[in-house]
């Protein structure tokens, strides 16, 4: 697919969204989880969001599809969470040593 103006490939938008419990204090870990995202993924994300929420939330989001949530699974390491917004954004991206 191109843009009918300039001809130039459109690149699909991907968006992560980390939605984080303000009564649980866990900006910090939503921020820091953010970083790591955006490092890993600076060419092919289009938007990360940080949303604050209650009751203990934190729950990670690839374009509105619900990728991690602390609820069922824990609070996730960084390399399971790359992998999977790794697979949804750039499946044929290599993680490095994030892959082993």
């Known amino acids: 697919m191109?843009?009918?103006?300039?001809?130039?490939?459109?690149q699909p938008e991907h968006r992560v969204q980390i939605e984080y419990c303000t009564q649980c204090r866990w900006l910090p870990r939503a921020a820091w989880l953010a970083q790591e995202l955006l490092t890993t993924f600076e060419t092919e994300l289009t938007e990360l969001s940080l949303?604050?929420?209650t009751g203990g939330v934190f729950v990670v989001r690839v374009n509105d599809e619900v990728v991690w949530d602390r609820r069922?699974?824990?609070?996730?390491?960084?390399?399971?969470?790359?992998?999977?917004?790794?697979?949804r954004v750039a499946p044929d991206k290599s993680l490095?040593?994030?892959?082993k």
């Open 2 to 10: 191109t843009d009918a103006l300039t001809d130039n490939p459109v």
């Open 96 to 99: 490095g040593h994030s892959d």
């Open 72 to 87: 069922e699974q824990g609070f996730p390491e960084p390399t399971a969470v790359k992998q999977l917004v790794r697979d």
């Open 51 to 53: 949303k604050p929420g």
